[in-house]
């Protein structure tokens, strides 16, 4: 993973270089930031995802996409593909609600543009400062430990939003996942068509309340993380699954021993707990190392 420092300014090129902001009823961001979007790129592309207020109006200078509502993942793909369309040197995804700064954006672009890396993460944890509540903060460490722990790629900011994507990415990365944890999946993606990776500093902005309780979309998170391990990395999830219930189950069965060999009584119930426990836990690693033997010959 590489870090790149702060540029004042980005190089030129004849295909162009697009943001991308999905929206879901963000009327009273939405226009200004489009309007300084548009300050750094040649196309701001606004996907209005099932919006229920003036989003699409108000994003006036942006060329806008309406869809029914179906998710940020959604909305990312389809502003992708219309990117993808208008083949794009680079594309800038940030959110519409004002949190981020878009004088980062010829930071995120420049690595792009140099053909140094495929991916640029913007990282709200390399040095800069920035109004971020601490116990956001550290559930946002929380969260990218397990990211890049199930991932095998690191970040010191996984869940940032505020990222850049060359051609070559763009070209790669189609999202399965229906929640919010598309962050996430952006890492596996990267880990299986072996993107190469870089972080920016990027500052933030945190004086607005967010729209969605933190604590259940870390859940969300979360499980969108676990559901990609098991879809990715098979032999990891259910062999550390299985490996642990093997290790209770073979601690049990050693208490069983020892009582017996105290008391000369068998304990009956922690000892069919213990064999229950064990046969699970083998049957669990041989389903992952089942499931990673398919998923290796299916990705040949």
Do not use: C
Request: net charge neutral; hydrophobic share 45%; no cysteine.
């Amino acid at each position: 993973m590489m870090q790149f420092e702060k540029q004042a300014s980005v190089t030129t090129s004849s295909a162009p270089h697009i943001a991308l902001i999905p929206a879901y009823n963000e009327a009273r961001f939405i226009g200004s930031v489009v309007l300084k979007a548009r300050r750094y790129v040649d196309i701001v592309l606004v996907i209005d995802d099932g919006s229920q207020d003036d989003t699409a109006e108000i994003a006036a200078g942006a060329l806008v996409i309406r869809q029914p509502n179906m998710g940020k993942a959604g909305a990312i793909n389809t502003g992708l593909e219309k990117a993808r369309s208008l083949n794009a040197a680079a594309l800038v995804l940030l959110d519409g609600d004002g949190q981020h700064d878009a004088s980062d954006i010829p930071t995120l672009m420049q690595p792009i543009l140099d053909g140094t890396a495929d991916l640029v993460v913007g990282s709200r944890f390399l040095g800069t400062e920035s109004n971020i509540p601490r116990w956001r903060v550290a559930g946002q460490h929380a969260l990218t430990l397990a990211t890049n722990v199930a991932s095998g790629v690191t970040l010191t900011d996984s869940q940032n939003g505020f990222r850049a994507l060359s051609p070559r990415a763009l070209s790669s990365l189609k999202f399965r996942t229906s929640g919010f944890s598309i962050e996430s999946e952006m890492q596996f993606l990267v880990k299986q068509y072996n993107l190469s990776v870089g972080e920016v500093a990027i500052s933030v902005n945190y004086d607005e309340k967010p729209k969605r309780n933190p604590f259940k979309h870390g859940v969300q998170v979360l499980n969108g993380i676990l559901q990609m391990v098991a879809q990715n990395r098979p032999l990891f999830f259910f062999g550390v699954t299985g490996t642990l219930i093997l290790a209770i189950g073979i601690g049990l069965a050693l208490i069983v021993v020892d009582r017996y060999r105290i008391y000369t009584q068998l304990a009956l119930g922690t000892a069919i707990v213990s064999m229950t426990l064990s046969i699970v836990g083998v049957l669990t690693i041989f389903t992952g190392l089942i499931l990673h033997t398919i998923r290796a010959y299916m990705t040949r």
